[in-house]
């Protein structure tokens, strides 16, 4: 089975008014993450961010009823954390709010370099999973950004920070869209199609995730071209549909009125396909928690299964100030909004935030990858019977990275056919 999964978040024109101190480690310095610790704080982080992805999940569905939904919650809450770190008072506190944080329970310096050891973990190079994941600011040459914040955050944050004339929106919009297809290695191409003239400042977190190859890929020539998928009660499309009996961990959630399955990839990464029982969809999804992933987590069984997954394409774009401000964003976006953290500067403020993610899932790995078509050994007995799980309608996709227990990727698929 191929994967790819792209997906950027931009934040345009940002800056404000007062000054607060600039984050230190406890040590009174930041250093470098050279070997990730899997700490107490890491693991606290991942419930935290899972809680905050589901209900950021949850708005998007409210917003787009009956469409798919796809996102990187993991990519969202590190811009977001970073944005924090250049803002003070309640503009810094809203935003880990937000997020799920409590500065009391835990402070800045932990969120902050429980962030710096989640970026670091998924970047390690891995042979056959590729993350990357990073920043880039490109700052208007009429702004001054403190030193503080840049240093701190290309350490923090791996961030890359440009010097852009914004005065040039044509030369700005080519310079943008080149680092991004660059990163994505072309696979998201003119991306910014509006940028206004002297914008102070164009921010720009970017997750990937490719070579991402199943553990145990389909056989193409058991694909069906054309399989019935219920997109509701009155709409059927027709898609390719993969097939294969093969061992997964799986479980039946009688509380949840669902079916889940663990798909692993070759190496640290894993999804999770939840099939909600018909008409169970709206129940699941406002069940859904960090309480219930480790449920899960520790019910899951292995077992022989006759499967059939759909292939295909998703991808969705989003604005997503409307709905950060919703969920409690609100100074960001004011006049009043603090940014000083960030820049000498008074007066920015939080613009936009747009995010867009796309999605390829295929019988094998990446197509640059052979992967052998037959597989021979631990085959089960032709006359027995196995439960049949079919995604042959509306299901939730959960792609995690194990180590950290991240979401990396976070969607529902509705109708495989929408483009």
């Known amino acids: 089975m191929s994967l790819f999964l792209y997906l950027i978040l931009l934040v345009l024109g940002l800056h404000v008014t007062i000054h607060c101190a600039p984050l230190n480690s406890p040590e009174g310095k930041i250093t470098t993450c050279h070997s990730p610790q899997q700490n107490a704080t890491l693991y606290k982080m991942s419930s935290i961010n899972a809680d905050f992805a589901f209900n950021l999940y949850r708005r998007l569905t409210l917003e787009t009823p009956d469409r798919n939904i796809f996102f990187s919650p993991v990519s969202i809450s590190a811009a977001l954390a970073m944005l924090s770190f250049g803002a003070c008072s309640s503009t810094q506190t809203q935003i880990l709010q937000v997020l799920g944080f409590n500065l009391t329970d835990t402070p800045m310096a932990e969120i902050q370099h429980g962030f710096q050891h989640l970026i670091c973990s998924l970047n390690i190079p ?6 990357q994941m990073g920043n880039a600011i490109f700052i208007g040459k009429q702004l001054k950004p403190l030193a503080k914040f ?68 389909f056989d193409s020539s058991k694909t069906e071209d054309s399989s019935s998928f219920l997109v509701d009660k009155t709409t059927t499309v027709q898609v390719p549909m993969m097939h294969q009996m093969e061992q997964y961990y799986h479980l039946m959630d009688m509380e949840l009125n669902c079916t889940v399955l663990q798909m692993d990839y070759t190496k640290n990464a894993l999804a999770l396909f939840v099939l909600p029982m018909q008409g169970q969809m709206e129940w699941v999804e406002a069940a859904m928690s960090s309480k219930i992933l480790k449920k899960w987590n520790r019910l899951l069984q292995k077992g022989w299964v006759d499967l059939f997954v759909p292939k295909f394409s998703i991808s969705a774009t989003y604005d997503l100030g409307a709905t950060l401000l919703k969920m409690g964003l609100q100074d960001a976006y004011a006049e009043n909004a603090n940014f000083s953290g960030l820049t000498e500067d008074n007066g920015l403020k939080l613009s936009s935030a747009a995010h867009k993610a796309v999605l390829h899932i295929g019988e094998k790995g990446t197509e640059a990858v052979a992967l052998p078509e037959v597989r021979l050994l631990d085959q089960p007995e032709k006359t027995l019977s196995y439960p049949t799980i079919q995604f042959d309608r509306s299901f939730m996709l959960l792609i995690l990275e194990k180590s950290t227990r991240s979401i990396l990727f976070l969607g529902k698929v509705v109708d495989p056919t929408e483009v």
Do not use: H
């Open 126 to 131: 891995r042979k056959e999973l590729e993350l």
């Open 150 to 217: 840049l240093d701190d955050a290309k350490i923090l944050y791996e961030t890359d920070v440009f010097s852009t004339d914004f005065s040039n929106v044509s030369a700005a919009k080519q310079e943008i869209n080149s680092y991004m297809e660059k990163k994505t290695k072309e696979k998201v191409v003119g991306l910014i199609q509006d940028l206004k003239l002297n914008s102070p400042m164009c921010w720009m977190p970017y997750f990937c995730l490719e070579e991402a190859q199943w553990a145990k890929p």
